[in-house]
């Protein structure tokens, strides 16, 4: 038997190179189960795992370079490091700018990127991309993916860093978390209507009790009605709309006829509910905003030639540029909690929410 390595222990468990490694450190990252797994093998295969035992805070992979590698401190070559986006088959060119910022970032900081689709049916049945456990360090969801899929991956000792998270988690945070904020954004909006004069306002989206950035949103429009001691009539608040195919005209043409008052504003959850929601009530006779006024979020129509819902804009690309960030502070700090990063967004007001 050759010489045993940390690459060639990870090869025979199956395993990334980096999920042996700090499973030898007794990274609380690894689960119990793996970490026991890999240090028993080590003591087998006469692993001589000295350094790891010597240390019993974890450290940064940037700490201990692989076999052939050299260490960015040692005189060498500087370190590189491996990671996975993660994204749905989604075709919204949103997510593509999210991937780009990541990848921007990525190659300013020595970091090898691929970008992995994932189905809905590998989701529910829990299997990772091809090539999860060859070298990759850290994960970045751009979408929300469930929650035990992706505590399968950081049950491999990868790191995990999402873009939104769910409002409420069953075992508590499962990596660092960048969002942008919603709530006091969705206030000035709400604001901006209420300063018009404007009672009946309604609310509209779906997933608000589910993902956190939605339900910061819901929680801005709940905020800025009560501060105004404004009672919306019910039928107009739908922060959780239930629907198999949410995203079609007849799916929000039923909304419209739902509704038992007719509104004077609906605050919508992002930019493609509102303009759905705009097609809807101009096939039922409504004028926007002459008659109801609309706002959106997310800023989606900013390269059209007249853009018309006033929204909030969060640059994608900087939202993407900051999970890397985020990554490489974790690197040097892999014992530290779990983190929220917050990126502030700029209300823009343009004609969809404005009267007279």
């Known amino acids: 038997m050759g010489k ?23 990274n609380e990252m690894v689960a119990p189960r793996t970490r026991e797994l890999v240090r028993q093998y080590a003591q087998e295969a006469g692993y001589l795992p000295k350094r790891a035992q010597a240390a019993e805070e974890p ?39 999210v991937i780009g910022g990541i990848s921007t970032e990525a190659g300013l900081n020595g970091c090898q990127t691929q970008v992995a689709l994932v189905t809905d049916e ?18 970045f969801c751009v979408q929300v993916f469930a929650e035990e899929y992706i505590r399968k991956i950081r049950d491999l000792g990868i790191w995990v860093f999402l873009l939104d998270d769910y409002k409420r988690m069953k075992n508590g945070q499962i990596g660092d978390v960048v969002k942008m904020e919603g709530m006091n954004a969705v206030v000035a909006l709400t604001d901006h209507l209420l300063g018009q004069g404007m009672r009946q306002i309604g609310f509209l989206s779906e997933n608000s009790s589910r993902f956190e950035t939605m339900y910061d949103r819901y929680d801005g429009y709940r905020y800025a009605m009560e501060s105004a001691g404004v009672v ?29 008052v007719a509104p004077e504003a609906i605050v919508c959850g992002n930019d493609s509910i509102a303009k759905f929601l705009t097609q809807a009530l101009r096939k039922k006779g409504f004028r926007v905003p002459e008659d109801v006024a609309v706002t959106g979020f997310d800023n989606d129509e900013e390269e059209m030639l007249e853009p018309f819902f006033s929204t909030v804009y969060v640059n994608p690309k900087w939202l993407g ?26 209300v823009i007001l343009r004609r969809s929410s404005v009267k007279g």
């Open 232 to 260: 919306p009539d019910p039928s107009l608040v739908m922060p959780d709309t239930k629907s198999e195919f949410f995203y079609r005209l007849d799916t929000f043409e039923r909304i419209v006829d739902s509704w038992r």
């Open 122 to 139: 590998a989701e529910r049945e829990g299997v990772l991309p091809a090539g999860l456990t060859d070298g990759i360090e850290a994960v």
């Open 4 to 26: 045993v390595t940390i690459q060639s222990m990870a090869e025979e468990l199956g395993l990334s190179r980096n999920t042996v490694s700090m499973a030898l450190k007794g």
């Open 321 to 346: 540029r900051r999970l890397v960030q985020c990554f490489l502070w974790r690197l040097r700090y892999p014992s530290a909690p779990f983190e929220k990063v917050m990126v502030e967004g700029k």
């Open 59 to 97: 450290r940064s992979v940037r700490e201990e370079p692989g076999d052939g590698e050299t260490d960015k401190n040692a005189g060498g070559r500087s370190p590189f490091h491996r990671v996975m986006i993660l994204r749905r088959s989604d075709i919204a060119v949103y997510w593509d700018k």
